[in-house]
């Protein structure tokens, strides 16, 4: 494995730990209390009702869908890393039009995992979280709206070769509310966290060598907890 290609790999795979934290875009719901801010709601409805708002304090748990790994793009789109397994949980903090940042729901990262990292090459990789961040949340059609994941310190190690600290910042996402009919089991109907090529951007490096400043990341993650979540006012 080439220079370049190591560059490429810890670019990626921090990339993935940055965006899996994305799962926890959904942390950023509250209450609709403000009029046209966004909100996480228990029921399917233009307007969330009295009393099915999930409020400040709610955890968040989201995890990489199975079957349907994680995918750390290079420069090009080509494929550098996959990790097979990712898990993160989180908390809503402020509603949406009560904080700084408008109608965007804000909420805390609390854990992220990633597991089965593996290069092209064959090299297995480790992904850690050295800080957790902050998340954004913000209806922008029907059941849907985008996200971005602030501040988060990830470190990547692969092999003896590779040991690079990144801080990830407006890291992009679409998050997609709970379809209907609900189901009890599997996770068809489940709300979901869509990265497509999402770019992490460049940022001081900390720790190591050769480390990328450019990469993509591909994944989808479903909300676990709670079960019924719907993007509304």
Do not use: W
Request: contains cysteine; aromatic residues 4%.
């Amino acid at each position: 494995m080439g220079k370049g290609d190591n560059v490429r790999l810890v670019k990626m795979l921090g990339l993935a730990l940055v965006a899996a934290l994305a799962s926890m875009a959904f942390i950023g719901a509250s209450s609709a209390s403000a009029e046209g801010s966004t909100a996480l709601c228990e029921v399917d409805e233009l307007v969330c009702p009295p009393g099915s708002v999930y409020g400040a304090g709610t955890p968040i748990l989201a995890e990489l869908l199975p079957k349907v790994p994680s995918v750390l793009l290079g420069p090009g789109l080509v494929k550098e890393v996959e990790c097979t397994s990712s898990h993160s949980s989180g908390k809503i903090t402020t509603p949406g039009g009560l904080s700084e940042e408008g109608e965007k729901l804000t909420g805390n990262l609390e854990s992220l995992s990633f597991g089965g990292c593996t290069h092209k090459s064959g090299v297995g990789c480790t992904v850690t979280i050295v800080k957790l961040g902050t998340l954004l949340l913000l209806k922008t059609g029907p059941n849907h709206g985008d996200g971005l994941v602030h501040n988060v310190l990830v470190r990547v190690v692969c092999a003896l070769v590779l040991n690079c600290v990144y801080k990830t910042n407006n890291l992009p996402f679409l998050a997609l509310g709970a379809t209907l009919p609900l189901t009890t089991s599997g996770v068809a109907s489940l709300a979901k966290l869509h990265f497509d090529h999402a770019e992490l951007e460049e940022e001081e490096i900390l720790v190591g060598v050769g480390c990328p400043d450019q990469g993509y990341f591909d994944a989808e993650y479903a909300v676990q907890t709670p079960h019924d979540v719907f993007i509304t006012l």
